[in-house]
């Protein structure tokens, strides 16, 4: 999802040019690891059964 919304390739004097597209996934997996480790959006509740 962050692939497609996320924040986008720089552009102008200060782009990362070719080594940006090389390591731009690196950065998306890692953004997306730190959204994972700080959002709850309840789904485990639910799974179990614990949901009020």
């Known amino acids: 999802m962050l692939k497609y919304c996320g924040p986008g390739a720089s552009e ?20 997306a690891a730190l959204l994972a480790g700080r959002l709850d959006l309840g789904f485990g509740r ?7």
């Open 12 to 31: 102008g004097g200060f782009s990362g040019g070719a080594g940006e597209e090389q390591f731009a996934s690196f950065l998306t997996r890692e953004h």
């Open 46 to 52: 639910i799974l179990s059964g614990q949901v009020q």
